[in-house]
C-alpha cells in the first residue's frame, strides 16, 4: 500500500484522495498548472487563487539556464519560483522527445531534482510517440525501465514517479505499468498521451489508460501527462486519473482562446462569454479582443484557470454524490471523438464494474452508452443470488394474468429483469429512463433478461411482452422460453 496516497472517496475508476508531499498535502483529482521558470505570465504565487494547490516546471530548463541553476541550488526551488505549495519538475523527456538529446543523464538530472527541492521528481525516460513500430517501443520501454530503476538510488527523500511508457502498443503498456509498479514509485505518469490528446484520439487514449491501470495496483496515484483541457477531465477521472498537468492555461491565451467545458473559442469569434468567472464578469469579448496582446492573453490565461478549476471541483462533488458517469456521459457528448472515447470506455465496463461503488444516488440513462455502464453490469451480477424455481413469468406489463405461474419478474430498462422486492431499491427504484425505449436500451435488456433466463435450466420461463419492446431479439429469447405478445 501507498504511505503517500489516501483514497477517501471514489467512483468508477475515479476517486478523491490525499497526496501526501514534503510541502503539504493535495487533494487529488487536480490539475497542475505548467510553469516555464523564463516565461511566466502568471507568478506561481498567484496560482492558488484560481485553484491550483500543486504546479510542475521543467528542471531540464533550470538546469541548462545559468541564472536559474544557480538559483536554485542557492535558495532551492520553492523560493525562485515563490511558490510555497507542492512542485513536481519534469526532466528533460519532452527536450529528448522533440531534439533527440538533452545535455544531462538520468543521474544527473535526478540528482539536480532531489538538490533543489523538487517534492516529486521524474526520471529521464524516454517517451515513445504513438505508432512506432513494436520493437522500437519495446527497447525505448527497457530503457526506461532501467532508468527508473537507477533513479531510486540518487532520489534522497524527494518522491519520485516512475513513467508508463509503451506506446500505443496496449500490451506494453499493461506490462510497463506492472513493472513499473514493481519498483516501487511515488506518483506513475502515462507518458507520450499528448498527441493522442492533440489529434483527438479519445478512443485510443481510453485504451492506454484502462491498459495501464490494469497493471497497476489500485494505489498507484495515476498522473496524466500533457492533459488538461477542461473537456476531458472527466473522461479521464473517470479511468482513475490522479493528477493533471496542462500549459494550456497559457499557450492557448497566447493564441486567443477562450476554454470551455465543450471546447474552444477564439476571442474575436465570440460576441457572449458563456462564463461567469472574475474575468467574464468584468469585461466584454468585445473588450477583451481589443485590449493589447499582453493584457488579452493574461486575461484569457486567467479565464482558462478558472474554467479548468471549475471543472475539477464538479468533478469531486460528482464522486461524492455518485453521478460521475453521468457527468462523463453529458462531457462526452460535446464532440464526436469524445463520444468515441465514451463507447470505448463501455467496453471496459466489466472491469470499471470491480472498482465501482455498489450503490448510488441515481441512474439516469441518458444515451445509448448507458445501456452498457458499470452499474447494469454490477446489477446483473447480483442478480445471480436471485432464485427463480418452477413456472416463471416475466412480464414488461404488470397487468398480466398471473395465474397458473409460481413466480412473476418484471422489466426495468436497461438492467432485465427485478422482483418486486428490490422495485424500491437501488438502481431499479433509483433510476430514470427516456418513456420512449430507444433500441439499445430495449435490446441490451432483452440481452440480459436471456442470460438470466439462460442461467438457470432448472425452471421454466414465460416471456411477455408489449408493443415498445419487439425487437428480432424477441426470436432469440423463443428458443430458451415461452413467448406472448400481450
Known amino acids: 500500500m501507498s504511505d503517500v496516497f489516501e483514497i477517501t472517496e471514489k467512483d468508477l475508476l475515479g476517486r478523491i484522495g490525499k497526496l501526501y508531499t514534503p510541502h503539504g498535502v493535495v487533494e487529488t483529482p487536480t490539475v497542475m498548472p505548467v510553469i516555464n521558470p523564463n516565461l511566466r505570465l502568471i507568478e506561481p504565487r498567484e496560482l492558488k487563487k484560481y485553484g491550483a494547490q500543486m504546479l510542475i516546471t521543467n528542471s531540464y530548463i533550470i538546469y541548462r539556464t545559468e541564472r536559474l541553476r544557480e538559483a536554485a541550488l542557492a535558495k532551492g526551488l520553492h523560493s525562485m519560483l515563490d511558490f510555497d505549495g507542492p512542485i513536481m519538475t519534469d526532466s528533460g523527456s519532452f527536450q529528448l522527445s522533440v531534439y533527440g538529446s538533452v545535455e544531462v543523464d538520468n543521474p544527473g538530472i535526478v540528482s539536480f531534482e532531489r538538490d533543489i527541492g523538487t517534492d516529486i521528481g521524474v526520471p529521464l525516460d524516454i517517451p515513445t510517440p504513438p505508432d512506432v513500430p513494436y520493437s522500437r517501443a519495446r527497447e525505448e520501454l527497457e530503457i526506461t525501465l532501467a532508468r527508473e530503476s537507477e533513479a531510486k538510488n540518487y532520489k534522497g527523500n524527494m518522491l519520485l514517479a516512475g513513467p508508463?511508457?509503451?506506446?500505443?502498443?496496449?500490451?506494453?503498456?499493461?506490462?510497463?505499468?506492472?513493472?513499473?509498479?514493481?519498483?516501487?514509485?511515488?506518483?506513475?505518469?502515462?507518458?507520450?498521451?499528448?498527441?493522442?490528446?492533440?489529434?483527438?484520439?479519445?478512443?485510443?487514449?481510453?485504451?492506454?489508460?484502462?491498459?495501464?491501470?490494469?497493471?497497476?495496483?489500485?494505489?498507484?496515484?495515476?498522473?496524466?501527462?500533457?492533459?488538461?483541457?477542461?473537456?476531458?477531465?472527466?473522461?479521464?477521472?473517470?479511468?482513475?486519473?490522479?493528477?493533471?498537468?496542462?500549459?494550456?492555461?497559457?499557450?492557448?491565451?497566447?493564441?486567443?482562446?477562450?476554454?470551455?467545458?465543450?471546447?474552444?473559442?477564439?476571442?474575436?469569434?465570440?460576441?457572449?462569454?458563456?462564463?461567469?468567472?472574475?474575468?467574464?464578469?468584468?469585461?466584454?469579448?468585445?473588450?477583451?479582443?481589443?485590449?493589447?496582446?499582453?493584457?488579452?492573453?493574461?486575461?484569457?490565461?486567467?479565464?482558462?484557470?478558472?474554467?479548468?478549476?471549475?471543472?475539477?471541483?464538479?468533478?469531486?462533488?460528482?464522486?461524492?454524490?455518485?453521478?460521475?458517469?453521468?457527468?462523463?456521459?453529458?462531457?462526452?457528448?460535446?464532440?464526436?471523438?469524445?463520444?468515441?472515447?465514451?463507447?470505448?470506455?463501455m467496453n471496459y465496463s466489466s472491469y470499471i464494474e470491480k472498482f465501482d461503488r455498489a450503490t448510488k444516488a441515481s441512474f439516469f440513462y441518458l444515451g445509448p452508452e448507458s445501456a452498457s455502464r458499470p452499474e447494469v453490469i454490477h446489477y446483473n451480477r447480483l442478480l445471480k443470488n436471485l432464485r427463480a424455481e418452477g413456472n416463471v413469468l416475466i412480464s414488461t406489463r404488470r397487468d398480466v394474468d398471473s395465474r397458473g405461474f409460481d413466480r412473476v419478474l418484471h422489466v426495468k430498462a436497461p438492467f432485465g429483469v427485478f422482483p418486486d422486492e428490490l422495485s424500491e431499491s437501488y438502481p431499479i427504484g433509483q433510476s430514470e429512463v427516456i418513456s420512449e425505449l430507444d433500441c439499445e436500451a430495449r435490446d441490451a435488456t432483452l440481452q440480459n433478461i436471456a442470460d438470466f433466463i439462460g442461467s438457470r435450466p432448472g425452471a421454466k420461463f414465460t416471456f411477455a411482452y408489449d408493443e415498445p419492446w419487439e425487437s428480432p431479439a424477441i426470436a432469440r429469447l423463443a428458443a430458451i422460453a415461452g413467448i406472448i405478445r400481450l
Open 164 to 345: 508508463v511508457q509503451g506506446s500505443t502498443h496496449l500490451d506494453l503498456r499493461e506490462e510497463a505499468a506492472r513493472r513499473t509498479y514493481e519498483i516501487g514509485f511515488d506518483v506513475y505518469p502515462l507518458g507520450a498521451v499528448v498527441p493522442l490528446m492533440e489529434s483527438y484520439r479519445y478512443k485510443d487514449l481510453v485504451d492506454v489508460i484502462v491498459r495501464s491501470k490494469m497493471g497497476l495496483g489500485p494505489d498507484a496515484v495515476v498522473h496524466l501527462f500533457g492533459a488538461g483541457h477542461p473537456m476531458m477531465l472527466a473522461l479521464a477521472v473517470a479511468l482513475g486519473c490522479d493528477l493533471f498537468d496542462s500549459a494550456a492555461y497559457a499557450l492557448y491565451a497566447k493564441d486567443g482562446r477562450y476554454l470551455t467545458i465543450d471546447g474552444t473559442y477564439h476571442i474575436g469569434q465570440l460576441t457572449h462569454l458563456p462564463c461567469s468567472c472574475p474575468v467574464c464578469m468584468a469585461h466584454t469579448a468585445k473588450e477583451i479582443a481589443g485590449m493589447d496582446e499582453a493584457t488579452r492573453t493574461r486575461l484569457l490565461a486567467e479565464h482558462n484557470l478558472y474554467v479548468t478549476f471549475a471543472e475539477i471541483r464538479l468533478i469531486k462533488q460528482s464522486i461524492l454524490d455518485g453521478d460521475l458517469m453521468e457527468l462523463v456521459e453529458r462531457r462526452c457528448r460535446s464532440h464526436p471523438r469524445m463520444l468515441s472515447g465514451l463507447k470505448q470506455m
